[in-house]
């Protein structure tokens, strides 16, 4: 019943009513010809069935009523309603497909039996036997046909947002659980440095400024680095929350001013980097800045990593019809360019991160070092994750 449920589609009215169309054409064409051809009143009756079927493809109550009307013109004219049987039989299977309330469906099986046994008895009271039959055929069937596609069309729908929702009860267990990780492991450690870089603060006060510099930087780091991590873990235990939490690491318009952030962490590393970043920057929404931020930290963070202390980086953020260009190269330092080792991990989750904005991540080897970059994309509306 698979292919059958597809084809019975909603989507499909338009193809089942040409097939329909077809099978009669070729009914008048081949099917009579064991007796007389079709007379041009029969012709007449089934073109204004062919047409109004196609007219009339998404309103199943409407065109189950015109059918039905050709099909007491073609009783009272005609001998052979052969097709005004079959185009009233199928729009009835196509209420059953619809029709939102069993009353309407009811009425309209009820309508087309009396038009049936009026002119079936009519022309001959004595066949109660063959009314009941013809009944079955134009009636029942399709009734039946169409409850039983019906339903099983509907216990599809049940069973996908059943498993949707396992697979959300199932994402919302994992995300518990890497929240429980993040914060009983990683942000137990990463509180535990801070603390100490603190102490270290108070009770080396003679130490040179440049020990005191790094100090501050390292506990600087460390604090922001907690942050991060309890917004994450809010997002992570709170799904209904979406990425709200997390979007709150930078406000609207104030992405320029991370980034020249981001790109003097990436200077106190060592690196020397060259940052051209367009003003319109601080216009973009608060989705594209979060992700344009964590690239660039992200890259830089990998220029550090492969690169290293000695290579020379550059940032480029630009801004053109609403359309992010981002990039970052590196001269490579003197290192051998290839793919970034340990796993790549961080280039995988920079990819994701542009692909959910309807961007695409490109990353290779460049002038003796390393290029990557994407374009994010205006008209993308975005969903989390």
């Known amino acids: 019943m698979g292919w059958v449920a597809r084809l019975f589609d909603a989507r499909d009215t338009f193809v089942r009513m040409v097939l329909l169309d077809l099978s009669g054409l070729s009914y008048l064409l081949f099917g009579t010809q064991a007796g007389p051809a079709p007379t041009p009143t029969q012709w007449l ?30 009783f ?20 059953a497909l619809w029709a939102p309330r069993p009353r309407i469906l009811w009425s309209c099986a009820g309508l087309v039996a009396a038009v049936y046994a009026a002119f079936t008895l009519g022309r001959d009271p004595s066949q109660i036997s063959g ?34 929702s396992e697979s959300r009860a199932a994402r ?64 992570l235990r709170d799904p209904s929350r979406r990425t709200d939490a997390a979007l709150t690491a930078i406000e609207p318009g104030a992405l320029p001013a991370a980034l020249e952030a981001a790109v003097e962490t990436a200077r106190r590393a060592g690196l020397t980097v060259d940052a051209s970043i367009a003003p319109e920057a601080g216009s973009l929404d608060v989705v594209r800045g979060l992700a344009v931020l964590r690239l660039t930290q992200e890259a830089l963070t990998n220029v550090a990593k492969h690169a290293g202390p000695a290579a020379r980086a550059s940032l480029r953020v630009e801004v053109q019809d609403g359309d992010v260009l981002w990039s970052v190269t590196d001269d490579g330092g003197g290192v051998v360019p290839g793919l970034p080792s340990g796993g790549g991990h961080g280039l995988i989750g920079m990819r ?26 205006a008209s993308r509306s975005t969903e989390p994750v």
């Open 45 to 74: 009756l089934a073109v204004a069935a062919f047409a109004l079927a196609l007219i009339l493809h998404r309103r199943q109550l409407p065109g189950l009523l015109a059918q039905t009307a050709l099909l007491v013109v073609a």
């Open 172 to 235: 919302a267990d994992e995300r518990s659980a890497i929240a429980r990780e993040l914060h009983d492991v990683v942000a137990h450690h990463v509180a535990s440095m801070v603390l100490r870089v603190g102490v270290a603060r108070h009770v080396l006060p003679d130490v040179d400024p440049r020990v005191t510099e790094v100090f501050d930087d390292v506990h600087g780091t460390g604090t922001a680095a907690l942050a991060d991590l309890r917004q994450l873990v809010a997002v």
């Open 131 to 164: 009314l009941v039959f013809g009944l079955f055929i134009v009636i029942g069937v399709p009734v039946l046909l169409g409850l039983v596609i019906r339903t099983t069309r509907e216990l599809g729908v049940q069973a996908r947002r059943r498993a949707e």
């Open 76 to 95: 009272w004219l005609i001998d052979d309603t052969t097709i005004n049987q079959v185009g009233t039989s199928w729009l009835l299977l196509e209420v």
């Open 352 to 377: 994701e991160r542009v692909e959910v904005l309807g961007g695409r991540l490109t990353a290779g080897p460049a002038a003796g070092g390393w290029r990557v970059e994407t374009v994010l994309p």
